[in-house]
């Protein structure tokens, strides 16, 4: 994820007590680990917190039923390679459980071209990038936006310190079914800067602080079963999991595999069989 003195020892003691050391290393290293089964008596509440987040209405790009039980806002930065790794993740679950209606993406932008402390700025083509996924949007509406994106990302170098050449973005429109020329107008006018921005803040305001975020918004209060779930996400996985107050918002940070999402996922589409 992007963010931001003693006595000396003898040479044949200092052999014997080396030995020792690496002796009991290597102990502690092939040891098996016996790690408690996790139930509902032992295992640590997940952290919660209040999660702000601006309402999904029809001005968001979502892939499936918007009305979904389940909305998986993403906070992504289009030349984040945390963020390419993620987006084939999120393409996957949501040809699978999109068809239910159960299951929604929404795309949000949040790109890390900002200078930091030291005045460095991590992606400084991300927020032209969001913009042209804007200007996507606009000439050719949702289907457009989204196949625009998902050849962004294909095409995007994978190395953090590379990034896609600027002059292939008009390409990209006409892979998307756009005129090159009107995207090009629409790019260069920034007339979607200030909407991107608005992401951004929102993100911020969410606790968004690096690419990719995933924020599950609930139609219902998650269940208390996925308490367990989500400790052994933090335990087992490392995955970095937080619970709104009412439980109605579920962060999850970084570019976690499917099965992560699943673990979350799954619970949560019982509640509404």
Known sequence: MDQRQGSALTIPGAIIIAAAIIAVALIYVFKPAQAPALTTQNVQQPQRIEITLTPITASDHILGNPNAAVRIVEFSDPSCPFCKTFHPTMKKLIEEYGPTGNVAWVYRAFPLDKPDAQG??????????????????????????????????????????????????????????????????????????????????????????????????????????????????????????????????????????????????????????
């Open 120 to 273: 460095r700025i991590l992606h400084p083509n991300a927020g032209r990038e969001s913009q042209a996924f804007e200007c996507a949007a606009a000439l050719g509406g949702n289907g457009a936006f989204w196949k625009y994106v998902h050849r962004l990302y294909e095409i995007t170098p994978s190395d953090q310190g590379k990034s896609l050449d600027q002059k292939l973005l008009p390409d990209i429109a006409q892979f998307a079914g756009l005129d090159a020329v009107s995207f090009n107008e629409c790019l260069t006018s920034g007339r979607f800067k200030e909407k991107i921005e608005k992401q951004y803040l929102d993100g911020i305001n969410a606790g968004v602080s690096g690419t990719p975020t995933s924020i599950f918004v609930l139609s219902k209060p998650a269940p208390k079963s996925l308490d367990v779930i989500i400790a052994d996400l933090q335990v087992q996985m490392g995955v970095p999991v937080i619970m709104s107050t009412d439980r109605l918002r579920i962060v999850m940070s970084g570019a976690v595999p499917e099965s992560a999402l699943k673990a979350i996922l799954e619970p949560l589409l019982m509640e509404v069989k």
